[in-house]
């Protein structure tokens, strides 16, 4: 059973910083793959960043590149969502997810993640 939970969330002013961290309770912690996703109110679930399993393959989401920066230490079992130059556009839940499927999957897409966190909620300011 994979668990996930999420942490750093808060309210902070436009422009301000915010450092999530998402704390896995898995054996071997570097075979997943770990994304984070958001939930603004009265929108879809998106897809924000992914890293692999070693944290040197990534990929952002437009919307975030350059501001928000995913890194992972496999030793504390902790992927973490550093958020940057925040904008009023940024709120939201945001989710951990992780993935033990290899191959063909889309990671930006939230059926390629079975594992979720409860989320944790970003407000920002203007």
């Known amino acids: 059973q994979v668990q996930l939970v999420e942490s750093g969330g808060g309210l902070v002013q436009a422009g301000g910083s915010l450092r999530l961290s998402c704390a896995a309770s898995v054996r071997t912690f570097s075979r997943y793959t770990m994304a984070w996703f958001r939930q603004a109110p009265g929108k879809e679930r998106e897809f924000v960043v992914a890293t692999n399993w070693s944290g040197r393959s990534t990929y952002y989401a437009d919307s975030v590149k350059g501001r928000l920066t995913i890194s992972r230490d496999n030793a504390k079992n902790t992927v973490y969502l550093q958020m940057n130059s925040l904008k009023p556009e940024d709120t939201a839940v945001y989710y951990c997810?992780?993935?033990?499927?290899?191959?063909?999957?889309?990671?930006?897409?939230?059926?390629?993640?079975?594992?979720w966190g409860q989320g944790t909620q970003v407000t920002v300011s203007s």
């Open positions: 997810a992780a993935s033990d499927y290899s191959g063909g999957y889309d990671y930006t897409r939230g059926s390629a993640y079975p594992y």
